[in-house]
């Protein structure tokens, strides 16, 4: 390079052309202390285990070490993307190549979303999410209250209550998804007189729901007394006026 310092170039093709006019020389150039010269090396150590080059240009990219969030998610420029949940707490690299961006745990890939450039925002995939979290994207408000009007008009009630009185809706979800599970798993008749006793003792929750199947009280006289069925006496029996 000193053979050309006096020179002024304006485009690397430019420089290219002058550099390749000396590379002959260099090449041919005797080592100081080797036998040989650059050329006769290059022929005898590296011309014959030379491979074809990649048949796709080289991906420069971008690294980044990230700690995944309890909310599973890592950030990268501000915008924040999923991993799978299980990865709560794991140190992972990300990398940006192009418009892709990948997650890697120990060298293996855990993730891939399409780069965002919005600051602040999630991108996340429903298969990183836990069941429950699924579950959540899955039931809106109205369609959880449809649901309960089609087994009953006290399951119905039940469902209004978890929604309204709960201070957090995640937490009211919480419940509704509970009161899925107890349909599959009894059946929607012993649901809706479950939910009618827990309505009658003003207990609308699904603890009361839960523990009034698995006790049986479901089929149990109802606490609202007729003339075939009397309201036990009891001390122990709070009745509807409570």
């Avoid at 285990?49 to 990230?66: D, G, H, Q, T, Y």
């Avoid at 990300?94 to 993730?111: D, W, Y």
């Avoid at 836990?130 to 009953?152: C, N």
Wanted: aromatic residues 8%.
């Amino acid at each position: 390079m000193a053979r050309l310092r006096n020179r002024r170039f304006f485009s690397l093709g430019e420089l290219d052309k002058a550099i390749d006019l000396l590379l002959a020389d260099l090449t041919q150039r005797p080592f100081k202390k080797l036998p040989g010269c650059r050329r006769s090396a290059f022929e005898r150590l590296d011309a014959s285990v030379l491979r074809p080059l990649p048949v796709a240009r080289f991906a420069i990219s971008r690294w980044k070490s990230a700690k995944v969030n309890v909310d599973y998610q890592v950030e990268f420029d501000g915008h924040y993307y999923s991993v799978p949940h299980r990865m709560v707490s794991a140190k992972l690299d990300l990398r940006v190549t192009g418009p892709l961006l990948e997650c890697f745990s120990a060298n293996q890939r855990v993730g891939s979303h399409a780069l965002s450039a919005v600051c602040g925002g999630f991108t996340t995939t429903p298969e990183h999410m836990p069941a429950s979290h699924r579950a959540h994207l899955e039931w809106t408000p109205a369609k959880l209250i449809a649901w309960g009007e089609r087994i009953g008009v006290s399951t119905a009630a039940v469902v209004s209550w978890q929604m309204t009185h709960r201070p957090h809706p995640e937490q009211g979800y919480r419940a509704c998804l509970g009161l899925l599970a107890l349909a599959r798993k009894h059946c929607a008749q012993r649901l809706e007189a479950a939910c009618t006793r827990a309505m009658a003792i003003r207990a609308p929750n699904l603890r009361s729901v839960t523990s009034i199947l698995k006790c049986g009280l479901d089929s149990q006289p109802k606490l609202l007394g007729t003339a075939d069925n009397p309201v036990v006496t009891h001390e122990n029996v709070r009745g509807p006026d409570y």
